[in-house]
């Protein structure tokens, strides 16, 4: 990556946690374009020039994140599938995992920041969005690394999905949890029940 693309993607990182850190501290509907401009050190229409809406802004640092997993999945092409899945998936939301640079202080009132802005009624569409661009990302590199095709065969779209699948329900175990638990490690034991095939417990 050059500098410029390094500059702008870290504009975009910046403009995301703003987004993120500024909804959860007040609420959706009391932050502005222009608040998450200025979090983030830039203009109104900087941010424009990234995001088309507060809610893809939010979502942008998610996203970014599972398309880091689609990268990873692309290297190292030798290794097992579901080896590359448990390397791969847990890395990307380690604290110290790349565009994790912002510490949370007060796991739990960050929380129950999170769990009120991914119930905001207005940003359900824009989450369902990340999360599909996320899956054909993620498709897309299975489908690289098994010789599947991604038009006709179900198996790339099926792993795609098994992955998403186990974010998510990490994320929400790791909110519900009191106090929080950390996601890394639920992400790692998700998708080793995955792995071994979902054995009853």
């Known amino acids: 990556m050059g500098l410029r693309e390094r500059k702008k993607a870290e504009t975009r990182a910046a403009l995301s946690w703003a987004a993120l850190r500024l ?3 007040r609420g959706f509907g009391e932050v502005k374009v222009e608040d998450i401009a200025e979090a983030a050190g830039v203009s109104p229409r900087t941010f424009n020039n990234y995001f088309s809406s507060k809610g893809e802004a939010i979502f942008a640092r998610h996203l970014d ?3 880091r997993v689609a990268e990873a999945l692309r290297e190292h092409p030798e290794e097992p599938l579901w080896d590359a899945i448990a390397r791969a998936v847990p890395l990307q ?3 110290n995992a790349p565009g994790q640079t912002h510490p949370v202080l007060d796991a739990a009132r960050w929380g129950a920041g999170v769990r009120m802005m991914v119930a905001e009624p207005a940003l359900q569409g824009e989450l369902l969005r990340a999360g599909a661009a996320a899956e054909a990302g993620i498709a897309a590199a299975v489908a690289e690394r098994t010789g599947t095709d991604l038009e006709r065969d179900l198996y790339p779209h099926l792993v795609a999905s098994a992955i998403t699948s186990a974010v998510n329900a990490a994320m929400a175990h790791s909110l519900r949890a009191d106090p929080p ?7 790692a034991d998700a998708l080793a029940q995955l792995k071994a095939g979902l054995p009853t417990p």
């Open 93 to 95: 939301f380690e604290p």
């Open 181 to 187: 638990e950390p996601l890394a490690p639920l992400l």
């Open 23 to 25: 909804t959860v501290e």
């Open 65 to 67: 994140r599972c398309l």
